[in-house]
């Protein structure tokens, strides 16, 4: 299977066809990042579980909703020096968090 490109276009494209739907694309980030094996890239992942229970909340909003979010459906990473709840804040030493 061809991995999925994530730019706006290719997953906009893709989320109208019916193609690939928020929660396929998540898999797909957290396969890419596994096969990668431990780069140092990744200090923190939200559990997949929570991730794809969020997915499955953005696949039930109608086209108004998601309209109304222009990223909709995007995957995105958090630089590690951002608080965001329930994530370390590093600022990349994880000695910080």
């Known amino acids: 299977m061809q991995p999925a490109k994530l730019d706006f276009a290719s997953l906009r494209s893709a989320y109208a066809s019916g193609s690939e739907t928020p929660a396929t694309i998540v898999r797909r980030v957290y396969d890419r990042i596994a096969a990668?094996?431990?780069?140092?890239?990744?200090?923190?992942?939200?559990?997949?579980?929570?991730?794809?229970?969020?997915?499955?909340?953005?696949?039930?909003?109608?086209p108004g909703e998601r309209a109304a979010k222009p990223l909709w459906g995007l995957p995105f990473g958090i630089?590690?020096?951002?608080?965001?709840?329930?994530?370390?804040?590093t600022a990349g030493c994880p000695d910080y968090a």
């Open 36 to 62: 990668r094996g431990d780069d140092g890239v990744w200090l923190a992942l939200r559990p997949i579980e929570d991730v794809l229970a969020e997915a499955d909340r953005l696949a039930a909003m109608g």
């Open 79 to 89: 630089k590690d020096s951002i608080d965001y709840a329930g994530l370390p804040t």
